[in-house]
């Protein structure tokens, strides 16, 4: 089975600070996906990253980046110099286009991440 | 460039009542996939839509049913509301191109069921 775990259910730093955010997923398959949403207080999912499990390459964009590894299952999301309007639920998710999901995206819970002025 | 939307924003039903909610995808995408998201919770995926028919179907019982339109936007209807119906209902467009896809789901802003 198909499975997301985001440990940290809240997360509070002050402006600034660095923050990384946890993600372990668990599946059976070889080929899988997998993504970053960030859902601000309007309530619509932005998309962040997709990685395939092919590419274990870290990747940073601006302020953002991420650090995929198949050894741990896990695929964790850090900020740098975290500002105001970072402020959100991040959610990891998991897609696997041949497996039980087949395509579409198996959730974690979210981390809710609070950045203080 | 029209991102994914949807409507109502909110809505406020009571017990056993029937609901439809409406989404437009984003221009150039022809998959549709409807997500329930529960308070504090994440996204539970409800069903796939591609070619005017359910491609895929998450642990929803049949209480939640849907269709896509030949313009592929899509309806998600949702009968004998229960208290455990209010959620968020989130839609998320995709291109395909008739394969399963892993490509990146964009989503609207979303509908807030409130079941009374």
């Known amino acids: 089975a198909q499975k997301v775990t985001q440990a940290q259910t809240e997360i509070s730093v002050v402006e600034k600070e660095d923050v990384t955010l946890d993600c372990v997923y668990e599946t059976r398959d070889t080929t899988y996906y997998l993504f970053w949403y960030k859902q601000p207080p309007s309530g619509e999912l932005v998309f962040l990253i997709r990685r395939n499990s092919f590419d274990e390459q870290n990747e940073i964009s601006g302020r953002y980046s991420w650090n995929f590894q198949k050894s741990t299952s896990s695929f964790n999301f850090t900020i740098t110099a975290s500002q105001v309007v970072d402020s959100a639920v991040y959610f990891c998710?998991?897609?696997?286009?041949?497996?039980?999901?087949?395509?579409?995206?198996?959730f974690g819970k979210g981390t809710k991440l609070s950045v203080k002025p | 460039d029209a991102g994914v939307t949807q409507s109502p924003t909110h809505l406020i039903k009571t017990r056993g009542q029937q609901v439809t909610l409406r989404c437009s995808p984003k221009s150039g995408h022809d998959t549709v996939s409807w997500y329930q998201q529960a308070l504090g919770q994440g996204p539970q995926f409800i069903f796939q839509?591609?070619?005017?028919?359910?491609?895929q179907r998450g642990n929803f019982p049949d209480r939640f049913s849907g269709h896509q339109f030949p313009n592929y936007s899509s309806e998600l209807n949702v009968n004998a509301l229960l208290l455990g119906d209010s959620a968020l209902y989130l839609c998320?467009?995709?291109?395909?191109?008739?394969?399963?896809?892993?490509?990146?789901?964009?989503f609207g802003p979303g509908t807030r069921l409130t079941v009374l």
């Open positions: 998320a467009s995709s291109y395909s191109g008739g394969r399963i896809s892993y490509n990146e789901q964009f």
């Open positions: 839509y591609y070619e005017e028919e359910e491609r």
């Open positions: 998710a998991l897609s696997d286009p041949y497996g039980g999901s087949q395509g579409n995206l198996i």
